[in-house]
């Protein structure tokens, strides 16, 4: 028996808008961070993952093309995924990303640094991506995180599909930086409320 189908189960079409606006205008890329802030939100203030397993667009999508579309081999996870070495040491990878981000930000606020017109994927590959920004529209500082911004976005999204083809669908949820962080989040919170 299927279950009713509610608001939030549609909520995978904000992955693709949100990559769309971004691959026509950069800047729409500051949208991404509702996607850091919202789970971070839930956790502290109602100390449980119900963002991660009912309103995040990214797992949904997964969902979607793996299970929907069938394009998932929808092989076991490995248990090296979701250990939690290998969570805690994706969670500290992607949390050096972004402060690097951050990093670079300020340098190119305070005028030490330039502002790059690339997207990176995996953090090496350099995507030119000059057609959806115009200098000057706003200060370069914003434009240079909207930039090192997607191409987090965009990343951590391809490593989703790449592990969603090879295994189930919501694999990338098992090791997915916002997940392990409002899991100890919740695990703090609840723990202080016993």
Partial sequence: MNRKKHWYDYLWIWSIIYFSLGFFNILFAWLGMIDFLVPLIFAIGFGNKKFCNSFCGRGQLFSV?????????????????????????????????????????????????SLKEVIKLFWTIKVPWGWTYTAGIVPDWVANFSFGFYSLMLTSTLIGLIVMLLFKPR??????????????ICQLRNRGNN
Avoid: D
Wanted: aromatic share 20%; glycine share 14%.
């Fill in 65 to 113: 093309i793996g299970k929907n579309l069938g394009c998932s081999r929808n092989k076991p996870t490995p248990r090296w995924m979701s250990s939690k070495w290998f969570r805690y040491g994706f969670l500290v990878f992607f949390m050096t990303m972004f402060g690097n981000i951050i990093f670079q930000t300020w340098l190119v606020a305070g005028g030490a640094g």
């Fill in 171 to 184: 694999t990338w949820c098992s090791f997915c930086p916002m997940g392990t962080m409002t899991q100890g």
